[in-house]
């Protein structure tokens, strides 16, 4: 069983989630036949995660808590601590918001007692997304921005998609906070770290957007309607009526604000 982790990590940093769904669910069977409670209990911990990116919300929740209790029983601060991120994000993304921060601030103090730097920065992260959601800016970019340096010391262990969803986020915060030209270095970054038409898809929509939101705060009207114009094409392309519109609302106010009617 060797090979599993290696290969998940693969698809993981390769944004290949399907295949990662299919070789996860598979490994738990097969381990479950020699008694390794400790890949089955990361194995469970991956599928959670992959599921909350699905919004498969009630299995994600019954596989993360599973993976929790056998990382208890383990007596694995590790994979507690990471259990703990993950179940917290999938409760962000499931619109639950209360009390998420305080069990995220016990995540972040565990991996740092443990000087658990993925831990620390996936709390991080997490804490920071959860400062977007109440729109508290300025507390967000700060906490982003710890994840990020985090993440530099050691970018060989992270993917491109780590990067992608990371500089993306600090782009948009930046925007928010009125800092259009730090905001359009994060989106060109994070752009530039695209592979393939998978993570094109997933992120290029709101990346392109993002930048032409940054563009027209500096008045670059012509280079935002591009951009803008990109996610259209890239919204039509996988039928995202929430991206279209998104899309096509910039788009107007592109022209509006650079008299463009062409």
Known sequence: MKFIRPALFHYQITGRRIEGLRLATLGIE?????????LI???EMYLGWVLTQQDDMEVAFTRLTSAKQRYKKLDDTRGIC????????AKRKNGELMQVGETLE?????AKREGFVEGEFLALYELGKLAREFKQW?????????AYDLVLLDEDRYGDEVFIAILGNLGQVAIRLGNYTEAKQYC?????????????????MRLYLWLAEAEIGVEEFENAMQHAGHALEIAKSVNSRKYIEYSETLIAEIKSKSNCYC
């Not at 990471?82 to 994000?89: A, G, K, W």
């Not at 300025?138 to 710890?146: A, G, R, V």
């Not at 060109?188 to 290029?204: A, K, W, Y």
């Open 30 to 38: 097969i381990t479950k036949q020699f008694d390794n409670e400790s």
């Open 41 to 43: 209990a990361w194995l």
């Open 82 to 89: 990471l259990t703990i991120v993950f179940i917290e994000q």
């Open 106 to 110: 016990e995540a972040l103090n565990m």
């Open 138 to 146: 300025q507390k967000c970019h700060k906490l982003l921005s710890t």
């Open 188 to 204: 060109f970054e994070s752009i530039s770290r695209l592979r393939g038409p998978d993570q094109v898809t997933s992120f290029g």
